[in-house]
């Protein structure tokens, strides 16, 4: 377990340095306990774009990122439907974890489903909480229907491979359930006439409901994400005055939910027996690695404002990467591939900052 150095970008060491990290020589060593337990049997993930694995293939939307140059530094360098050049948070945490990158549940077969007890991935780009959010653009896989899905796999598929029922809970109390979902919901129905805090309330009130399912089901074990600053988002900073500053009147109504998602898993810890919770201050991560607010130049070697694809971005309405878009040479450089998702470089940034450095991923022990 821990992050075989040979999936390391030999950019690594520089990249540390820049991150400011006081200690350079702290390489994973196998001493260091792995975070969260370890031994899970399987990694489930529920979320949106940030870790959609190719759900969104097979639904009719407008919301693809199936096509080059996505997935062009994915092994074999093909598009898969992650919105990255190459793996997403989600990826790196399997990795970490020792497991297969959990597949999109809408690419499998019947006959694979009944041969898969390490994961599966139900993401799906636009969708949220709330059941609408994310239709305007077509089909997507709101929260609950992503429980639902999992409900699926369990009756059709998991009573299957696991013969008894109390193998079944064994196997459900020890998989990792990790989450990443809500911003499409503030995309969709957040503007600044609204009181934030009540907001964030019935946003996290939509997104507990779910969480209990989980539970009810049988999971034990989440590992959840809070929501990313979009107000520093290349799709966002692009229209801001003065340009390229960030939206802080949106991170501050983003920061007011992922406040109370922290404070909502303690209680829920108490609440829900043998639960454990790791909180990942997403948030926070992507925020420091961009750098301050007003950031006009970067304040490290890589792009922190612009993204890898389209390479030339005005901000204009279509705010993503098209199959006829002309990409960076260097993914390397940049913390977003397209305007509105990281690079794998930032997403395993992001798995150095958990896993290694401890400072982005939190057991909730309170
Ligand atoms: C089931 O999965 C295993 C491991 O991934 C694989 O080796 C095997 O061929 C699969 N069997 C079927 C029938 O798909
Ligand atoms: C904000 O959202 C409310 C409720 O959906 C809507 O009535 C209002 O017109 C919106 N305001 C702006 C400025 O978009
Ligand atoms: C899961 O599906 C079963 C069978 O369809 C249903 O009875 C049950 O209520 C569902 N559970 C949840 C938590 O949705
Ligand atoms: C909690 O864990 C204990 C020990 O494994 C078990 O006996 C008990 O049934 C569990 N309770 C719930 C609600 O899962
Ligand atoms: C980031 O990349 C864009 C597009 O390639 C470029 O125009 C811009 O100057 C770069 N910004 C910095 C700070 O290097």
Same mark, same amino acid.
């Given at each position: 377990?821990?992050?075989?150095?040979?999936?390391?970008?030999?950019?690594?060491?520089?990249?540390?340095?820049?991150?400011?990290?006081?200690?350079?020589?702290?390489?994973?060593?196998?001493?260091?306990?792995?975070?969260?337990?370890?031994?899970?049997?399987?990694?489930?993930?529920?979320?949106?774009?940030?870790?959609?694995?190719?759900?969104?293939?097979?639904?009719?939307?407008?919301?693809?990122?199936?096509?080059?140059?996505?997935?062009?530094?994915?092994?074999?360098?093909?598009?898969?439907?992650?919105?990255?050049? $190459?793996?997403?948070?989600?990826?790196?945490?399997?990795?970490?974890?020792?497991? =297969?990158? @959990?597949? /999109?549940? !809408?690419? *499998?077969?019947?006959?694979?489903?009944?041969?898969?007890?390490?994961?599966?991935?139900?993401?799906?780009?636009?969708?949220?909480?709330?059941?609408?959010?994310?239709?305007?653009?077509?089909?997507?896989?709101?929260?609950?229907?992503?429980?639902?899905?999992?409900?699926?796999?369990?009756?059709?598929?998991?009573?299957?491979?696991?013969?008894?029922?109390?193998?079944?809970?064994?196997?459900?109390?020890?998989?990792?359930?990790?989450?990443?979902? $809500?911003?499409?919901?503030?995309?969709?129905?957040?503007?600044?006439?609204?009181? =934030?805090? @009540?907001? /964030?309330? !019935?946003? *996290?009130?939509?997104?507990?409901?779910?969480?209990?399912?989980?539970?009810?089901?049988?999971?034990?074990?989440?590992?959840?994400?809070?929501?990313?600053?979009?107000?520093?988002?290349?799709?966002?900073?692009?229209?801001?005055?003065?340009?390229?500053?960030?939206?802080?009147?949106?991170?501050?109504?983003?920061?007011?939910?992922?406040?109370?998602?922290?404070?909502?898993?303690?209680?829920?810890?108490?609440?829900?027996?043998?639960?454990?919770?790791?909180?990942?201050?997403?948030?926070?991560?992507?925020?420091?690695?961009?750098? =301050?607010?007003?950031?006009?130049?970067?304040?490290?070697?890589?792009?922190?404002?612009?993204?890898?694809?389209?390479?030339?971005?005005?901000?204009?309405?279509?705010?993503?990467?098209?199959?006829?878009?002309?990409?960076?040479?260097?993914?390397?450089?940049?913390?977003?591939?397209?305007?509105?998702?990281?690079?794998?470089?930032?997403?395993?940034?992001?798995?150095?900052?958990?896993?290694?450095?401890?400072?982005?991923?939190?057991?909730?022990?309170?």
């Amino acid at each position: 377990m821990g992050l075989p150095s040979s999936l390391k970008p030999c950019v690594f060491l520089v990249f540390l340095f820049l991150l400011n990290v006081s200690t350079i020589n702290s390489e994973p060593s196998n001493e260091e306990p792995v975070l969260f337990g370890g031994n899970f049997q399987a990694l489930y993930v529920i979320g949106d774009s940030l870790i959609d694995s190719g759900n969104n293939n097979n639904l009719i939307t407008k919301v693809k990122s199936n096509f080059a140059p996505y997935g062009s530094d994915f092994e074999g360098g093909k598009p898969t439907g992650r919105f990255s050049n $190459g793996k997403t948070i989600a990826d790196y945490i399997a990795i970490y974890y020792g497991l =297969p990158l @959990a597949p /999109a549940f !809408k690419g *499998l077969t019947e006959e694979q489903k009944n041969n898969i007890s390490t994961g599966i991935n139900y993401a799906s780009a636009s969708c949220g909480i709330f059941p609408d959010t994310g239709r305007r653009f077509g089909e997507c896989l709101s929260l609950s229907v992503q429980v639902d899905l999992f409900n699926q796999t369990i009756d059709q598929n998991l009573k299957k491979i696991f013969k008894t029922e109390s193998e079944l809970t064994k196997h459900l109390a020890e998989s990792l359930f990790m989450t990443a979902i $809500g911003i499409n919901d503030y995309v969709f129905y957040y503007n600044t006439t609204m009181d =934030p805090s @009540a907001f /964030a309330d !019935k946003l *996290l009130h939509d997104f507990l409901i779910q969480i209990k399912r989980l539970y009810n089901l049988g999971a034990r074990n989440f590992f959840m994400n809070n929501i990313k600053p979009l107000g520093c988002y290349p799709n966002i900073i692009a229209k801001t005055v003065p340009r390229g500053s960030c939206d802080d009147s949106l991170n501050h109504a983003i920061e007011i939910f992922n406040v109370q998602l922290r404070e909502s898993l303690s209680h829920m810890r108490h609440k829900l027996s043998n639960t454990s919770f790791l909180y990942s201050d997403y948030f926070n991560f992507m925020l420091e690695l961009r750098g =301050p607010s007003n950031n006009q130049v970067s304040s490290n070697l890589l792009n922190t404002t612009s993204p890898c694809c389209p390479k030339v971005y005005n901000g204009g309405l279509t705010a993503t990467c098209l199959p006829l878009s002309k990409a960076c040479k260097e993914p390397d450089m940049f913390i977003f591939f397209d305007p509105r998702h990281p690079t794998q470089i930032a997403n395993f940034m992001y798995a150095i900052q958990c896993f290694q450095e401890r400072e982005v991923c939190h057991v909730v022990i309170d």
